[in-house]
């Protein structure tokens, strides 16, 4: 089975592909390279949420890994992360368990309140949400080589060092 075709600029780095000149100008030719002249945050992101896009941009483009056709699935990972914290917010100020009343009958047949700790409903209803929207973090993460495994899979090739010079040559 073949892998996945790589960029030319990609393969002439890593030096490890013998193409012909024709080659490489037909694959620079037909390669496709999405323009990344308009990536600004869209309008429906808040304040805080546009600074952690251009935040998460900056970083991107260092490494030349953002397009503007990549703008509203960063902005949607940028509100799922705000979310997440929301929601986590939230978990941390909830108490984990409650205290429930409850009646039970003594041998004497008479009612008895009496009280238990069980675990707070509403802890378990925002650890759901909380687990939905770390879901969408992670793949969103995934998808733009934010998480590690996502980064060991992208190749970017350092330049190759120059030779030392041997006196004996």
Do not use: W
Request: net charge positive; charged share 35%.
């Amino acid at each position: 089975m073949a892998g996945q075709r790589q960029p030319i600029e990609l393969l002439k780095a890593k030096g490890k592909k013998h193409l012909t000149k024709a080659e490489i100008a037909e694959r620079e030719r037909t390669e496709v390279k999405a323009r990344a002249d308009h990536v600004t945050a869209p309008s429906y992101l808040t304040s805080g949420q546009k600074k952690k896009f251009r935040k998460i941009v900056k970083e991107m483009r260092e490494i030349d890994l953002i397009a503007n056709l990549d703008v509203d699935a960063l902005a949607r990972l940028v509100i799922a992360m705000d979310k997440y914290e929301e929601v986590t917010k939230q978990i941390n100020e909830t108490p984990m368990m409650v205290t429930e009343p409850f009646t039970v009958t003594d041998v004497n047949g008479n009612e008895v309140y009496k009280e238990r700790e069980i675990v707070n409903k509403e802890i378990e209803r925002l650890m759901i949400i909380q687990d939905r929207y770390f879901k969408q973090c992670r793949q969103g993460a995934q998808d733009f080589g934010m998480t590690v495994s996502s980064r060991c899979r992208l190749i970017v090739p350092k330049a190759p060092e120059p030779k030392k010079e041997n006196k004996f040559d």
